[in-house]
């Protein structure tokens, strides 16, 4: 039977958490891939009463042509680029660099607005599940995974609603399990498969959070980051 796809980023989590049952109560920790990935993994944390907490990663964009993922970089200066880059398409060494300078900076701003003083989770020793709202190029992913791993976690799971059939088993040769709900033949894009994928917004990250921050142990009264209005958006 053909996928219908989904309502919108709530609905492919609510649908996603039925897939992951088997790691309820087991101190899994689900890791968001801001911004898109975050409302798809808030209902998947809450079905399995997990904790949610972010895995910062930016795309590099291909310049000219940005919403093509030359590369992804993530935390503790890992940087993750597609074969061939540089040299894809013409771009250079030096373009290659200052898109990264560029995307580090928004790294920062998010680890700024969003965690504020919040500590990093403990990966060791974990069920570590990633989250996005889809899975294109997989380089966002790639990176996001070999941050995850370099901290070692128990066993480690990708999720996603949608993914590209080839970036999808690309990553079943990185990670314990990838659970992604349709890998159609004919993937264009991830915005394909929602009925509503409007860009979410730091408010919308910000929010779901605080509510996920509330209701783990130890953090009632913690007070949510508060965005400093004076940086861009």
């Not at 264009?188 to 509510?211: C, H, M, N, P």
């Not at 783990?216 to 861009?232: I, L, S």
Request: aromatic fraction near 4%; include cysteine.
């Amino acid at each position: 039977m053909e996928h219908e796809g989904f309502s919108d980023r709530a609905h492919a989590g609510r649908q996603l958490a039925s897939r992951l049952k088997q790691y309820a109560g087991r101190q899994t920790l689900v890791l968001a891939l801001p911004r898109g990935g975050v409302p798809v993994a808030f209902p998947v944390a809450e079905a399995l009463h997990a904790e949610l907490d972010l895995m910062l990663v930016r795309k590099l964009g291909l310049p000219g042509q940005e919403e093509f993922a030359m590369g992804a970089i993530a935390g503790g200066g890992v940087r993750v680029l597609q074969p061939g880059v540089p040299g894809l398409m013409g771009v250079t060494q030096e373009q290659v660099d200052a898109v990264t300078r560029r995307e580090e900076q928004e790294l920062a701003r998010r680890e700024r607005r969003y965690r504020g003083a919040r500590p990093q989770p403990a990966l060791q020793g974990r069920i570590v599940i990633l989250v996005d709202d889809g899975i294109a190029t997989g380089a966002t992913m790639a990176a996001a995974v070999e941050v995850a791993r370099r901290q070692r976690p128990s066993r480690l799971v990708v999720a996603a609603p949608v993914g590209a059939p080839d970036t999808v088993a690309a990553l079943e040769e990185q990670v314990d399990e990838v659970v992604c709900l349709v890998t159609p033949p004919r993937f264009r894009a991830v915005g394909q498969w929602y009925r509503r994928f409007d860009q979410t917004t730091d408010e919308e990250v910000q929010d779901l959070l605080a509510q996920a921050w509330a209701a783990t142990p130890g953090q009632e009264g913690k007070r949510r980051p508060q965005p400093n209005r004076e940086e861009p958006t």
